[in-house]
């Protein structure tokens, strides 16, 4: 995306915001979010984009920057919003789509999809396999080792740094600065 599209959204250009919509509308959709959800998000960042385009220090892409409004303004969204409470109030009441555990299904979507996001987001190539082996497929440190050709210790090592990681990026997102070191 052009750096200068900031200033073309500034100046109410019409292609431009067009072009931005469609990029966030689509990134949205790529996640899970429902077509008309993403609509509304996308306007939604496209206004927190106008107020906040003094902020852009171009430490990054716009794109990445408007990616990173649309989520912060996505789970604001979805925390505040009483459409989604009432939904997910009436989908935990109904049994067919409650797990053991007491969430619903579409709840566990949501986190799975954000874990998702998350791990691709702040995890390099051999970090993301360490820690979906060892969290999703529950493979032992050893077995884990023996894949990677790494002692086990270096192995746990590694773990240890990604589930830091993930830790300082959920807290950086929310906006949580205590942190653990």
């Given at each position: 995306?052009?750096?200068?599209?900031?200033?073309k959204?500034?100046?109410?250009?019409?292609?431009?915001?067009?072009?931005?919509l469609s990029?966030?509308?689509r990134?949205?959709?790529?996640?899970?979010?429902?077509?008309?959800?993403?609509?509304?998000?996308?306007l939604?960042?496209?206004?927190?984009?106008?107020?906040k385009?003094?902020?852009?220090r171009?430490?990054?892409?716009?794109?990445?920057w408007l990616?990173?409004?649309?989520?912060?303004?996505?789970?604001?969204?979805?925390r505040?919003n009483?459409?989604y409470?009432?939904?997910?109030?009436?989908?935990?009441?109904t049994?067919?789509?409650?797990?053991?555990d007491g969430?619903?299904i579409?709840?566990?979507?949501?986190n799975?999809?954000?874990?998702?996001?998350?791990?691709?987001?702040?995890?390099?190539?051999?970090?993301?396999?360490?820690?979906?082996?060892?969290e999703v497929?529950?493979?032992?440190?050893?077995d884990?080792?023996?894949?990677?050709?790494?002692?086990?210790?270096?192995?746990?090592?590694?773990k240890?740094r990604?589930?830091k990681k993930?830790?300082?990026?959920?807290d950086?997102?929310?906006?949580?600065?205590?942190?653990?070191?």
């Amino acid at each position: 995306m052009d750096p200068a599209i900031l200033e073309k959204i500034k100046e109410n250009d019409h292609l431009a915001i067009a072009e931005c919509l469609s990029y966030i509308n689509r990134w949205a959709q790529s996640v899970g979010i429902s077509p008309s959800d993403a609509d509304e998000l996308s306007l939604k960042t496209i206004e927190q984009a106008f107020l906040k385009a003094h902020t852009f220090r171009g430490e990054s892409t716009v794109g990445t920057w408007l990616i990173g409004i649309a989520k912060k303004t996505w789970a604001y969204t979805y925390r505040q919003n009483a459409k989604y409470t009432e939904r997910l109030t009436s989908l935990d009441a109904t049994p067919i789509d409650q797990v053991e555990d007491g969430k619903s299904i579409e709840r566990m979507a949501l986190n799975e999809i954000l874990a998702e996001e998350i791990i691709r987001e702040c995890l390099n190539e051999e970090e993301r396999r360490i820690y979906i082996w060892r969290e999703v497929d529950e493979l032992s440190y050893m077995d884990i080792a023996n894949l990677v050709g790494k002692s086990e210790n270096a192995v746990r090592l590694t773990k240890y740094r990604a589930d830091k990681k993930i830790r300082e990026y959920v807290d950086n997102f929310w906006g949580n600065n205590d942190t653990v070191k």
